[in-house]
């Protein structure tokens, strides 16, 4: 069983920012394609950014331009990088890993193991 394990989320005022990182399984880092999703309250998880295992990113259409996706093999570590964060950015936030990436965001549907998720707050 993959266990991922996400950190760093926190309450922020609007334009702050965040990094999440998720410990990854030195394997799973290497080898998968990793993603971050959220979830508000009420609304469904959705995709915000996902790298490949060559190192291609991609992100969703509301974040694209402030957030960015890294990782380092070396700490397996997942890092999400959120600046100029807004209101609506108020979620849990999820790693996961999926086998493959086929371009773009993935569904959710198409990850196969997630953490337990992170807490962000974007409040004045």
């Known amino acids: 069983q993959v266990r991922l394990r996400e950190s760093g989320g926190d309450s922020v005022q609007p334009g702050g920012s965040l990094k999440l990182s998720c410990s990854v399984p030195?394997?799973?880092?290497?080898?998968?394609?990793m993603g971050w999703f959220r979830q508000a309250p009420g609304k469904e998880r959705e995709g915000v950014a996902a790298?490949?295992?060559?190192?291609?990113?991609s992100y969703g259409d509301s974040v694209r331009g402030r957030f960015t996706i890294s990782k380092d093999n070396a700490k397996s570590q997942l890092y999400l990088q959120m600046n100029s964060l807004k209101p609506e950015d108020t979620a849990k936030y999820f790693c996961?890993?999926?086998?493959?990436?086929?371009?773009?965001?993935?569904?959710?549907?198409?990850?196969?193991?997630w953490g337990q998720g992170t807490q962000v707050t974007v409040s004045s």
């Open positions: 996961a890993a999926a086998t493959l990436c086929g371009g773009g965001v993935p569904s959710p549907a198409e990850m196969v193991a």
């Open positions: 030195k394997d799973v880092l290497r080898d998968y394609c």
């Open positions: 790298l490949t295992s060559d190192g291609r990113s």
